[in-house]
Each structure stands twice: as C-alpha cells, then as structure tokens.
C-alpha cells in the first residue's frame, strides 16, 4: 500500500530535480563587467534630425533625402513625424506625374503609368525608412528596382 505513495514521491522528486538542472542550465551568466550603454543615434551635420537607427543605411529614400539637405519637416508636418508624405508632396520635388511617367517610359510595364487597379500612391513603392518595394510585385513578378 506504500508503494505508490513512495513510488509517486521519487517521480515528483525526478522532476523537481530535472527542473532544477534546467533552470541553472538556462539562466544568464553574470557580466563580469556592466553591459556597454548605447549611445543616441547621431545627427547629421546639416540638421538635428537623427541619422537611422544604428547609423547610415545604405540605399534607404531616408539617407539620399537627408544627403539631398531635406530634413523631416520638408515632408512632414507633423512633429514626430507620424503619417506617410502625401503623393502631392513627393511630387513638389520628383513631379509632375507626367515626368516621371517619361522617365520611365523605357521599363515594362511602366511603373508610373495608370495601373489597372487604379491610382497607386507614391508611397506604396517609395519607403523612406524602410527598403522601398514594387507594389505590382505583390501579384505579379516584375524585374524592377525601386529607388
């Protein structure tokens, strides 16, 4: 009548055990010095807004615009910027629609050309903060590079 009492003990204390090793097996090793703090993220020369995060990034519309002298308030109006530019502001500067439908003429399809699916915001290709990318790409399989 012991048994499983005592087997049922020596099963819970297995386990116990096994947990126990676990938990020293996963927890962190103190530092033997304090962690480096990170810096903010640096500004450029021209202007208080900040450089991306973890420095320049290479080939992001963020980096050519600030190169460019265009700061944050030449897009946004807000303050911290938290809406995408509007197509009429890209186009104050990379417009009109027709020029850029010429520039463009050459690649196909051409990707300032009337969609099918309608008027296409710039924004839906052009990102600024992050990599930009085809729109049309999410259906089809178009050989493009967007800036």
Known sequence: MR?????ALLICSGIAALGLVHAQETAPIPAATPAPTTAP??????SADPAPPGGI??????EK????????????SETPPAV?????TCLNCHGPRSDLIAKTAGDTPNPHAQAHVGPIAC????????ASESYCNKCH???MTVP
């Open 3 to 7: 048994w499983p009492f005592v087997l």
């Open 41 to 46: 993220a640096p500004t450029t020369a021209a």
């Open 57 to 62: 990034v290479h080939g992001l519309l963020y």
């Open 65 to 76: 615009h600030l190169n460019a002298g265009l700061h944050c308030a030449a897009c946004h």
């Open 84 to 88: 995408a530019a509007s197509d009429s």
């Open 123 to 130: 924004t839906a290709c052009h990102h600024v903060h992050v």
């Open 141 to 143: 399989t178009f050989d």
